[in-house]
């Protein structure tokens, strides 16, 4: 019965966002807005969610928190009956923010989030708290983080986004010393060497990089006795140094370019004072 009642809401979604294209973006973008309250409860009484989801806050800012009135407005429902998610757009003069949130063990937490707001305003706006179990929201910065419970093959099967990761990064831009660009070798202090986990597997362990609050790329960390190749870049400690190298022998697959190089991971080096410039 919940299952059906769940899937006869996402129709009814789906179904208001059509007839809504049909008509002038301002009365579209005001209709999607104000269906908010709608969906949510769609949610909260369609029984889409167990029983200690219900009457949750669900964290999507609503034109009168935001800087200025939205223009653009879109929100998907997806998830599970136990994990249920948002996934929303929200773009207005000057500002734009992509989410997904999803709600387990009673509370909404933030999944990723991409956005040029600042700290401040994603505070005000209840897209930011110092105690989000997702640090990756943070929105500054480089870091590392640990796939949850994932094979390096079976998390390369997965998009991106959608990877479930560790609470925490178990590396940041304040592990480095510095960065060097030409090589992609991070040189580490003491205790971010003491991070890097001793047992890894000969497959690796799977990791993404993230820069400003952006997922950029899967990766793995790797061990120098392992004869195994790999389809990504992988990142092996040597005295003191996490070295970065592509993976398949240093070879890029044909149109592909180097996911190390994404100039969304330099700037937020940078802007942490850690960058070797290229040379």
Known sequence: MKRAIFFATVLMIAAVLVSACSQPTEKVTRERFDYQKSLIDGINEGGAKAENHKGLAWRIPDGKTLPSEPYHGVYALGGTLEKPEIKF??????????????????????????????????????LYSDTDAKPESDMRGFAVYLVKDMKTFAASQVSLVELALEDKPFLTDDDLIS????????????????????????????????????????GALWTPVSSLSASMPTMTLYNGYLSIELGNSGQLSHGKSDPRDNARIYKALKDAGKLQQRS
């Open 179 to 218: 960065y060097s660009w030409r090589d992609h070798k991070l040189k580490l202090n003491e205790d971010a060497i003491a991070k890097i986990p001793q047992a890894i597997p000969l497959d690796g362990r799977p990791v993404v990089v993230v820069a400003d609050g952006q997922r950029i790329y899967l």
């Open 89 to 126: 757009e929200i773009q207005g003069e000057g500002y734009y923010i992509k989410a997904v949130e999803y709600a387990e063990g009673g509370r909404v937490v933030i999944k990723s989030l991409d956005t040029n707001l600042d700290k401040k305003t994603l505070k005000m706006i209840n």
